[in-house]
Nanobody, 118 residues
């Protein structure tokens, strides 16, 4: 499985962006997908995740109510709709996937840069 993240860019505070994560193979091998982000000099942090079986989703407190994770099963693509962006949301965003039988995210995309200006 390969993951390809896209959709990053420069946006003003209060604006919106939608990130996409395309998978290169059948998603029946994937149990869950997620977005993480890493700001310069900081650790990689969890943002949101979605289970492919039941479409349950969960979010970090910092983005809850502003970001929405979703997936398009037919397109094998996961999305992250980011609204009301803040300067502190600026980071490289990574998509990740957890294969069946795994307890941690074992597949990672290359990252897409989001910059929010004040």
């Amino acid at each position: 499985v390969q993951l390809q993240a896209s959709g990053g860019g420069l946006v003003q505070a209060g604006g919106s962006l939608r990130l996409s994560c395309a998978t290169s193979t059948l998603t029946f091998r994937i149990n869950e997908m997620a977005w993480f982000r890493q700001a310069p000099g900081k650790d990689r942090d969890f943002v949101a995740a979605i289970s492919l079986a039941g479409s349950m989703s969960y979010y970090s407190d910092s983005v809850k109510g502003r970001f929405t994770i979703s997936r398009d099963k037919a397109e094998n693509t996961m999305y992250l709709q980011m609204n009301s962006l803040k300067v502190e949301d600026s980071a490289v965003y990574y998509c990740a996937a957890m294969s069946y039988g795994r307890s941690a995210y074992n597949l990672w995309g290359q990252g897409t840069l989001v910059t929010v200006s004040s």
